[in-house]
């Protein structure tokens, strides 16, 4: 189930009026039915994909306990942790990069024949998400960081809640388990915040990400069929693209939990106004790269080391954020990207410069800021080429393409009603998360008194996403990592 | 919670009330508009075909049937009503909705092709019935036909979705007089073969009936009947077997109910890819070589 389906439509209202008025007066019970219905929206894609997210959360929740239990054994218990992490990661390994590997190796040894040595598995949705938020709970537990709990029905509702089962955010326990272990009552004004949230979500995801894709699709199935500047536009619309369908998954999911009384972490804070790679990196799918920083970047000695080291665990961290993404090597090279941008940052001590929202309290950006947003996403940009190619051949027709075929001549594409319509909506999206770039997300609507106005910028909103709204939307783009 | 639930029903009930107003609005407007995809739903709700020769058909009948050209040549009144991506079966609730609103014709031209003797679930620019969602005659005879679903017959403003904004700004189309779509350019590069090899054969038997019934209620009003078989890139994919097919089964109820039999399959233009704006359809220089052709037909013929 999706949330841009009418499914989910449906599913929405029943779940919340089953949570508050039925199950709302008994806390097992209403965590029992958050793990019913979680397994419902779920087993909604396939009920097969039930039979892991059960073995991982079962898994993760009993080492926990003998975590705990041998918590003044500390070999046994590193035993069990590591036992622990080898389950879920080699489920997660299984199941997402054993064919890659199958083929890498095929491709090397075996002359490219990998008939009989792929297991040719489907991924289940958001395999990835939940791996991690599991194994950062029994980590946490070894680390003694939390307690561990006995209630099997929280610890399930902890990884399998709905609304960021499939693509986050990857909380952590420490934030969400304890959530589902104290008794929750209904804020009006998180529940009216969370359906602003909602409705933003499904604007970013609806108007700008689908209506870009539609472009983007088009010009990376037939790149030499189109001209450099058209690559370029659809290079930005890709940025557009997944920005809109990820932070938009994201404020849909965090908006949705604050109908239930649950507050999410935040994934994204406007990445694309920062004004270098390290803030872009603050910026964008925060519990992922927050998770790395924890329990991989820091384990490993982050950047207290000797300069040489730093550069080693901060090219590992790039790597592994890029694998974790997908079997695919523009993936990889897409960490790699990445890396390299951020390496002259951290090795001259400059990547913590920009902690505070670009401008304050200022109306705009002045000239130098300015500047550098345009260069960080412009950077960010060529590394989405990456991203988005289907391989690393790819990757290089597109930029020997758009080198070579860059003559000005043929702009008449700008013209074009369609894209000038996708532009104007990603300028809409851009000014309304500029207006609310120091709140939670683009929708708060703090400043607006006036009950009229805040009722038709919703209806404008609802309006314009319904105009957008296709049957045959495409999902996530992250569902498939 | 209370008071949640309270304002999100009443949010929504707001927002149901100025939906259903935009909805209304965006209908006025579309029933309004004499512009493609509206034009000739338009032109038949509102009573306004005004023509002594009909054209009947799908987009064919749009780019091909030159109303402005006949209308000149043959020096009578000539309406082009081309129903796109339609097969015979909705043509047909196209020509009741016309004939319950408007005068009667004199002639009634009928595009034969392959196409429209192959029956397909859904018919391509759906959006064109929009406007009349709310005309009780028009819900009677194209509901039972297009099954619209609950929400998009109930719910404000759902309807429209995929088709809205990209309705209103991109796909409206001046160059419409009477029907008839002139369009001046060629593909390029120009297709040289259909890539859709349509499915054809068993769905003719199945049309006949329909096809009886509108020709005997012709022959009872005095309305004569010109099948046409429109010139096509020469290629252009006939299924094997299909003309034989249309041409035997066409011949065969021309010559039942006293009706004329005008192929124009093998005209020379077909093999000149500047007459066409693809393979299936002519374009305007092609419509009016092939509306000289027809208008001396038609004048030899007595019409």
Redesign the interface.
């Known amino acids: 189930m999706t949330f841009n389906s009418l499914v989910f439509a449906a599913f929405l209202p029943i779940v919340f009026c089953l949570y508050w008025f039925v199950f709302g007066r008994n806390l097992k019970w209403q965590n029992a039915f958050v793990v019913a219905a979680s397994y419902v929206f779920y087993g909604w894609w396939d009920w097969k994909f039930l039979i892991l997210i059960a073995i991982t959360s079962f898994c993760s929740w009993g080492s926990g306990l003998l975590i705990h239990k041998y918590r003044d054994e500390r070999r046994k218990a590193r035993w069990i942790s590591a036992a622990n992490i080898i389950l879920n990661l080699g489920i997660l390994g299984a199941f997402k990069y054993y064919d890659f590997f199958a083929r890498s190796f095929a491709d090397l040894f075996l002359g490219g024949n990998a008939d009989g040595i792929l297991l040719n598995l489907i991924l289940p949705v958001g395999i990835s998400f939940y791996t991690f938020q599991a194994l950062s709970y029994s980590i946490d537990v070894y680390r003694g960081k939390i307690e561990p709990t006995r209630d099997i029905v929280q610890f399930f509702a902890y990884v399998s809640f709905f609304p960021q089962l499939v693509a986050g955010p990857i909380e952590r326990a420490t934030n969400l388990l304890p959530q589902f272990g104290r008794e929750r009552t209904f804020d009006y004004g998180q529940a009216v915040d969370g359906l602003r949230q909602m409705l933003w979500g499904y604007f970013k995801k609806i108007v700008v990400a689908d209506w870009c894709g539609v472009y983007v699709d088009k010009v990376f199935g037939d790149i030499p069929g189109h001209t450099g500047v058209q690559l370029a536009a659809a290079a930005m619309f890709f940025a557009f693209q997944i920005y809109g369908d990820f932070s938009g998954y994201s404020d849909i999911a965090i908006g949705t939990a604050k109908l239930f009384g649950i507050k999410l972490m935040r994934n994204f804070a406007t990445p694309y106004f920062s004004r270098d790679i390290a803030e872009f990196w603050r910026r964008w799918h925060i519990s992922l790269t927050t998770w790395f920083r924890d329990y991989v970047y820091i384990p490993m000695g982050g950047s207290r080391r000797s300069k040489g080291r730093v550069a080693l665990n901060t090219m590992v961290i790039f790597l592994v954020s890029g694998f974790w993404h997908g079997a695919n090597w523009t993936f990889l090279a897409w960490g790699a990207f990445h890396a390299l941008l951020f390496l002259p940052l951290i090795l001259t001590g400059n990547n913590r410069k920009y902690k505070e929202i670009v401008a304050g309290d200022r109306l705009l950006p002045n000239f130098k800021e300015f500047c550098q947003i345009l260069l960080t996403f412009a950077l960010v940009t060529a590394g989405w080429v990456i991203f988005r190619a289907d391989d690393l051949p790819q990757v290089w027709t597109f930029l020997t393409t758009m080198l070579e075929r860059n003559s000005l001549r043929d702009l008449s594409f700008l013209m074009d009603k369609a894209f000038v319509s996708r532009t104007f909506w990603i300028c809409v999206m851009l000014l309304v998360e500029w207006i609310g770039r120091r709140e939670e997300h683009g929708l708060c609507m703090k400043g607006v008194r006036s009950t009229v106005v805040r009722y038709a910028i919703y209806m404008a909103i609802i309006l314009v996403t319904l105009l957008y709204y296709d049957d045959g939307s495409p999902k996530f783009i992250y569902f498939q990592f | 919670?209370r008071?949640?639930l309270i304002?999100?029903l009443v949010?929504g009930a707001?927002?149901f009330l100025?939906?259903a107003a935009?909805d209304f609005c965006c209908s006025m407007v579309a029933e309004r508009s004499d512009r493609q995809p509206f034009n000739v739903w338009h032109d038949i709700m509102g009573g306004t075909v005004d023509a002594d020769v009909v054209a009947l058909g799908n987009s064919l009948v749009t780019l091909s049937f030159n109303t402005e050209y006949l209308d000149s040549t043959l020096g009578v009144k000539t309406y082009a009503m081309g129903f796109s991506g339609s097969q015979f079966d909705r043509q047909t609730y196209m020509y009741s909705l016309y004939r319950s609103r408007n005068r009667p014709p004199k002639v009634m031209v009928n595009f034969i092709d392959q196409r429209s003797m192959s029956l397909t679930k859904r018919v391509p620019d759906k959006e064109q019935f929009f406007p009349w969602f709310f005309d009780k005659d028009f819900r009677r005879v194209v509901f039972p036909v297009e099954h619209f679903s609950l929400?998009e017959r109930f719910i404000p403003?759902?309807r429209?979705?995929?088709?809205?904004?990209?309705l209103f700004?991109?796909r409206l189309d001046s160059h419409i007089t009477k029907g008839f779509k002139y369009v001046s350019y060629s593909l390029s590069p120009f297709p040289e073969a259909s890539s859709k090899p349509m499915r054809f054969g068993s769905d003719i038997v199945a049309l006949t009936p329909l096809w009886e019934e509108y020709l005997s209620r012709n022959a009872s009003e005095g309305i004569r009947t010109v099948f046409v078989v429109p010139p096509m890139y020469k290629s252009y994919y006939y299924v094997p077997g299909s003309k034989e097919l249309l041409d035997s089964t066409f011949l065969a109820l021309a010559r039942k109910y006293d009706a004329m039999f005008l192929d124009y399959s093998s005209l020379p233009i077909k093999e000149d890819s500047t007459f066409f704006r693809d393979p299936y359809h002519l374009n305007g220089k092609g419509s009016e070589v092939f509306c000289d052709t027809l208008a001396r037909d038609l004048k030899r013929l007595g019409l």
């Open positions: 919670m008071r949640f304002r999100c949010s707001v927002f100025a939906f935009i929400s403003m759902w429209w979705r995929e088709f809205g904004l990209d700004i991109s």
